[in-house]
């Protein structure tokens, strides 16, 4: 198809997390002729009806979207979609009951795997259509570690040096256990003594059993990572202990913490990658970060003081796997000393890169942004409305989107939704025009694109981007 008046939607929903790479794939639509609108997935999602036709780039296809894919495919958008979850994901058969949705996915026109365990993974989904073409091509949050890409981050990383000084970084991701909202968890606390505790909004698609154990383990290392931080700073005088807790995480734990400490700071600012290019070693337990400082070749150590093999080789065996692996206190100092030393860089072995090969493609050669715009080149975004039927289809978009945002409204009124305000705000603050248009600007001159793009704001949390 001609791209000249081609527009792509990208939602957002965790802004630290998803915008910066979303920014670079905007910036290469672009050239290609598309006009991109980025920003609040809730919003854009809530505004669908004020969109001309086109191709919408979902993060998810959970039973949670399909009712905004009916009606987004019933105003004559296109969707597309990967998976923010598919790079380290769970075991398939609760991989599939907890992030892939039979009758969602039929409206989804191309996947968007970000390797060929991704691909495999879905084709053993039995729902999935036949005839649905998924693209191994990789994902623009990898993209940002590519060190052609990742200099975007240079300053930010310069101020963290300055700010912070020689610092360990330890990441967590326990929201499953102590997630935003306690509703959001696993389970929800147990208001009597002897009932059943129920399930959290963590739990959607598991199986109780399965649930269980995962919360135990969680709830197991979780308890480990609390005494570990304090340990750190004794073990460690010189360096000061960064706490960077998972998006949806309460954070409420860690600055109790630091509040007993000299040295420990807590914070979720930023993108991750300028505090991998900060710090001296990474510190977490079968977090994507290990994935993430693995490619950008930061040691990294995943600590397991406690073992649930099931869980452990199910869910988390990429990122403990591209780590150095300790299993005790006493083995984690020993082995982040030598780190410090400068005695032993990244976990690098040939089976460690054949494992991260067959996870994610586009490590090198033409980025994955560049991949998937090359795909959605090919896609017919049919404009036009029969005559006569301009005033029959306004009312039917309007119509329609009230009906969603009445849905989504009542959404926001039950316990562990995602779609609370304060939550909301929380993973995607409001952001000035002048900051978009100060990241669009690194961003063309990293990709040696000297055009000037246009950056309008629609919204204090949407914008719109084009040549």
């Known amino acids: 198809m001609s791209t000249a008046n081609a527009l792509?939607?990208?939602p957002?929903?965790?802004?630290v997390r998803e915008l910066d790479p979303k920014l670079l794939l905007a910036c290469i639509a672009a050239r290609h002729g598309f006009a991109s609108i980025i920003g609040s997935r809730r919003?854009?999602?809530?505004?669908?009806?004020?969109?001309?036709r086109a191709i919408y780039l979902s993060k998810s296809m959970?039973?949670?979207?399909?009712l905004f894919f009916r009606i987004a495919h019933r105003l004559g958008h296109k969707i597309v979609a990967w998976d923010e979850e598919a790079l380290v994901h769970l075991p398939p058969e609760t991989y599939f009951s907890r992030r892939l949705n039979?009758?969602?996915?039929?409206?989804?026109?191309?996947?968007f795997a970000w390797g060929q365990d991704n691909v495999e993974l879905w084709r053993q989904y039995p729902h999935l259509p036949a005839d649905t073409p998924i693209h191994a091509i990789g994902n623009p949050r990898s993209d940002m570690l590519r060190s052609e890409i990742r200099t975007f981050y240079q300053k930010d990383a310069e101020a963290l040096r300055n700010t912070h000084g020689n610092f360990i970084l330890v990441n967590t991701n326990f929201n499953h256990v102590n997630a935003f909202g306690p509703d959001m968890n696993l389970f929800r606390p147990v208001k009597k003594p002897g009932r059943k505790a129920r399930f959290g909004r963590s739990a959607r698609g598991m199986g109780r059993e399965y649930a269980s154990g995962l919360a135990g383990h969680k709830q197991a290392v979780f308890g480990y990572f609390k005494k570990l931080i304090p340990e750190l700073e004794q073990a460690f005088p010189d360096y000061r202990i960064v706490v960077r807790?998972?998006?949806?995480?309460?954070?409420?734990?860690y600055q109790r913490i630091a509040a007993n400490c000299q040295r420990v700071q807590v914070?979720?600012?930023?993108?991750?990658?300028?505090w991998l290019m900060a710090t001296r070693a990474l510190i977490h337990n079968g977090c994507t970060t290990g994935v993430e400082a693995y490619l950008m070749g930061v040691p990294a150590i995943s600590y397991r003081a406690i073992i649930n093999a099931d869980i452990d080789d199910g869910f988390y065996r990429l990122p403990n796997r591209l780590s150095h692996e300790c299993f005790g206190f006493g083995e984690l100092q020993a082995t982040l000393q030598k780190i410090l030393d400068g005695d032993l860089g990244v976990a690098n072995t040939c089976e460690r890169q054949t494992l991260i090969n067959r996870y994610l493609s586009a490590q090198d050669g033409p980025l994955a942004c560049?991949?998937?715009?090359?795909v959605l080149k090919d896609m017919k975004v049919n404009q036009a409305v029969a005559s006569g039927q301009a005033g029959f289809r306004q009312l039917e978009r309007w119509l329609l989107a009230k009906g969603l945002q009445v849905a989504r409204r009542f959404k926001s009124s039950l316990p562990g939704t995602h779609n609370r305000p304060e939550f909301q705000h929380h993973r995607y603050p409001e952001i000035p025009v002048k900051d978009i248009r100060t990241r669009i600007a690194r961003l063309q001159g990293l990709l040696g694109d000297n055009r000037d793009l246009t950056v309008e704001q629609l919204s204090d949390v949407s914008f719109r981007i084009s040549a």
């Open 370 to 374: 560049e991949r998937l715009i090359d």
């Open 267 to 274: 914070t979720n600012e930023g993108n991750i990658v300028p």
């Open 62 to 66: 959970t039973i949670r979207s399909l």
């Open 245 to 253: 807790p998972h998006p949806t995480e309460n954070h409420e734990v």
């Open 12 to 15: 957002v929903e965790n802004q």
């Open 8 to 10: 792509l939607l990208i």
């Open 102 to 111: 039979a009758l969602s996915i039929k409206y989804v026109s191309r996947l």
């Open 43 to 52: 919003e854009m999602e809530l505004s669908i009806d004020s969109f001309p």
